[in-house]
Each structure stands twice: as structure tokens, then as C-alpha cells.
């Protein structure tokens, strides 16, 4: 799954010639605390409400309206951006987006092309919805299993096979690394009440820890 399908395509940004009251007043009408900036479809830039707070007049000033107005038409948005922004290129995969929102704590990344030209944006949301879709939340009527295994070969392959015999389909399928030694495999499977009750039997057999289960949907 890669951030292309993903992202939202065309996001709102200005140019590093929007005044600051332009930009403000875009701001505000989306509800947006950052925009991008784009110079002829490059990314260049972005500032947030705050960078504007920093140099918009304080609310104790004596100045007039038409004053400040007029103060704040002089000041460009190139003024008050940051030129080094965290992108990922729209090739990439959801893992890597994810990584980097993690590693730099932000939650949204700007897409860009090979060439460097802005086609979208990712945000922490987006991810969150991928990995639900990922894990079948929304159809429901399933099973949920999580499996505490040692990190071996055949351990996946072992388990599938008993639901597989089972006469049991799955749905999704995760692991979790706990230690070196220890995993958690959390499996998503079709509602089989007969053949479900089979393969709790067998796994109980071959030592395999089941530590939760629970019906979604």
C-alpha cells in the first residue's frame, strides 16, 4: 500500500508572495494551523498560525485597523516560513510515512514527486484509516486471536494450516515482536463457531498460548 492511494491530493497551499493578512484570512477559512508554500508547483516552505501570531500586531496596540491592515500587506509569507520542511515522496509506502511522522513527531507529511513538485499530503489520520482498513475493521463479524509464539521457522506456517484444516479463513494476519525470542500474532478470522472450537483444540496441543479472543462486529 503506497501513499499515492492514500494522501489527499491537491492540498490548499500559497505562494511565498501571499501577504501575511492573505494568508491568515485562507487559514481561518480552512481551519488550517500550517500551510504550505508553493512556487510554481515546487514546495518551498511552510508556516504555521503561530509564525503568524509572531509578527501580526499585539491586541494592546494603539495602531488603527487601516494601520494594520497596511502593516500587515507589507509582510510576505517568505518572511516568516520555514524553508526546511519533512516530505515523503508519493512512491513511498504507508510503513515509511509512518515511520517518519513517528521519528519527527509531526502528523502530517507534504507528498512530492520525483521532480519535487507538491501532489499531496498524509496525515496521521490517513494512516490511522489505512490501518484499520488493513485489519477489517469496518466488515465485522470476525474473530479476533492473539497468539503468544517463540520466533522461529514454520511458526506462521504451522498455525495457518491448523485454521486452513480447521475449515477456517483468515482474514488478517500481524506480528508483534515482543522480545528476541517472543512473538504476538494477532489473527483476524471468519466467524466458524464449529471449526473455531476445532482449532483452539489443536493449538492447545502444539503449545501454542492463546492469550486473548474476542468477536468484532
Do not use: W
Not at 31 to 60: N, Q, T
Not at 110 to 129: E, H, Q
Not at 149 to 160: E, H, L
Not at 200 to 209: E, H, S, T, V
Request: aromatic share 6%; proline share 2%.
Amino acid at each position: 500500500m503506497f501513499v499515492a492511494a492514500r494522501m489527499t491530493k491537491h492540498p490548499v497551499s500559497v505562494t511565498s508572495d501571499t501577504t501575511i493578512q492573505q494568508a491568515d484570512r485562507l487559514m481561518k477559512k480552512h481551519k488550517f494551523h500550517r500551510m504550505l508554500v508553493v512556487d510554481e508547483g515546487k514546495l518551498v516552505g511552510y508556516f504555521s498560525d503561530r509564525d503568524i501570531m509572531r509578527v501580526a500586531p499585539s491586541p494592546a496596540t494603539t495602531l488603527s485597523k487601516f494601520e494594520i491592515r497596511s502593516l500587515l500587506d507589507k509582510i510576505s509569507v517568505r518572511d516568516i516560513m520555514h524553508e526546511k520542511v519533512i516530505t515523503v515522496n508519493e512512491d513511498a509506502t504507508i510503513e515509511e510515512a509512518a515511520l517518519i511522522m513517528y521519528n519527527n513527531k509531526v502528523g502530517g507529511l507534504p507528498v512530492i514527486s520525483d521532480v519535487g513538485a507538491l501532489v499531496g499530503i498524509i496525515t496521521a489520520t490517513d494512516i490511522l484509516k489505512t490501518f484499520i482498513e488493513v485489519m477489517g475493521l469496518p466488515r465485522g463479524d470476525k474473530i479476533r486471536l492473539t497468539l503468544e509464539v517463540d520466533n522461529k521457522i514454520g511458526v506462521m506456517a504451522d498455525i495457518t494450516k491448523i485454521f486452513a484444516d480447521s475449515g477456517i479463513n483468515i482474514d488478517s494476519f500481524i506480528t508483534c515482536r515482543q522480545s528476541e525470542h517472543r512473538y504476538e500474532l494477532v489473527v483476524r478470522l471468519d466467524d466458524n463457531a464449529a471449526g473455531f472450537n476445532d482449532a483452539m483444540k489443536i493449538l492447545a496441543q502444539r503449545g501454542y498460548k492463546v492469550m486473548h479472543s474476542v468477536k468484532i462486529g
